[in-house]
């Protein structure tokens, strides 16, 4: 489904955004498929403003919704970190490194006083304006993973970051401790499960987390569903949890629901979005490319196949960051401009 340029759309003729064109890219880089998996980081590379940002949709090339996510700015770090891991490609860090900075410093000044992450910007017609102020459990969660990786990458170039250690510090504390400060999307899986995909929440209290809402969106047998109030279950959703519980060492559970949802397999090897079980129906009638992606990563993450297997286990990213000097600064206490903070940040 890789377009010319490089890009990786959701599905034929759909938009591409960047979280899950790197997905893609990551995927197709286990599958050994070099040639694609760096033409869609040369994608990223041209594709990024001079901000440090990209479009939230481009279709065919052309920008939908110019706008800006902060957890899909920050997750290039990751899909180039995992690339080092398997490649040892230095070269190729040290070119894809100054989009790896901008997009990060971005999304670092876009932290909340409570250390979450406003999760997008507003396009104005001109550039980029009003910050929507509030942050997303599970968009945060992972920029913790992605601020791992880029200080990973940041020591291996000798080009410290001490900016993206005291945001990750903050944040990773806000999602263990402050989850009630974050948007309420509580019916959303992905709300559940990110604190331990992401890596700021694991061991016993990961298992605690997951246990919270296991009868609530495991359907034995089929998957996960997407939506607590629901009858859908969705692969990629499946298996992020897959690789959630993988990486807390709950191997079983983890072997067990990535079988279940190789209902959604097709004839050719790709992989329906979901499944609506009351009405036997797939639906979307399409195969996603992000579902694709999850299945492969999470293949390779059980079966530790590739050096990057542990991508998300984290074991090769930098440490987890200290909590150090940190202050709730929780809504309420003072006021806040967050699109000045970002502006006087980059300047």
Known sequence: MQEPDGAVPWTVGAHVDVWNHVEATMAMLVA???EAAEAAYDWCRRSQRDDGTWA???VAGKVEDASAETNMCAYLAVGVWHHWVLRRDLAFVERMWPVVRRGLDYVVGMQLPFGGIAWSQEWDG???GRVNREALVAGSSSIYQSLRAGVALAELLGDAQPEWELAGGRLGHAVREHRDLFLDKSGFSMDWYYPVLGGAVRGQAGLDLIATRWDDFVVPGLGIRCVDASPWVTGAE????????DCLDDHARARQLYADMQHLRHENGSYWTGYVYPDEV???GEQTTYTAAAVILAADELSRTSPASGIMR???LAAHFREIGLECGCPGEQPYDASADVLSRRS
Do not use: D, I, Q, S
Request: aromatic share 4%.
């Open 282 to 284: 797939n639906w979307p």
């Open 126 to 128: 001109n550039g980029l």
């Open 56 to 58: 939230m949709k481009t």
């Open 238 to 245: 499946t298996c992020e949890l897959v690789m959630a519980l």
């Open 32 to 34: 050994g498929e070099v």
């Open 314 to 316: 984290g074991e090769t």
